[in-house]
């Protein structure tokens, strides 16, 4: 059994960085793709961005990209999801899911964390 434990979310202002972290445990990261995935309040979960633990490939969402870094740490089963140029706009829950695949959409993860609060405001 996969299980995923995230840290690092916070409150902080429009411009600030925050890293966010996803510890992986009951599998190789090399043998997964882990995605992190936000859910504003009234909102439909959206993808954010996912690496392959394989090949270290990454994907990003367009509102994301060029501000967020995904990285792995795989001495330590770890994802990372490095946000920089904080928007109000990114104010969420921001899960981290792992599948078998990547891929950006929720319903192939199997495999998920509690959620990290994360709130840009000024």
């Known amino acids: 059994q996969v299980q995923l434990v995230e840290s690092g979310g916070g409150l902080v202002q429009p411009g600030d960085s925050l890293r966010l972290s996803c510890v992986v445990s009951?599998?190789?990261?090399?043998?997964?793709?882990v995605a992190w995935f936000r859910q504003a309040p009234g909102k439909e979960r959206e993808f954010a961005a996912d690496?392959?633990?394989?090949?270290?490939?990454?994907h990003y969402a367009d509102s994301v990209k060029g501000r967020f870094t995904i990285s792995g740490e795989y001495a330590r089963n770890t994802v990372f999801l490095q946000m920089n140029m904080l928007k109000p706009e990114d104010t969420a829950v921001y899960y981290c899911a792992a599948a078998n695949l990547r891929t950006s959409r929720p319903s192939d993860y199997d495999f998920w964390g509690q959620g990290t609060q994360v709130t840009v405001s000024s």
């Open positions: 009951g599998r190789s990261l090399t043998r997964l793709a």
């Open positions: 690496i392959s633990g394989n090949s270290g490939h990454t």
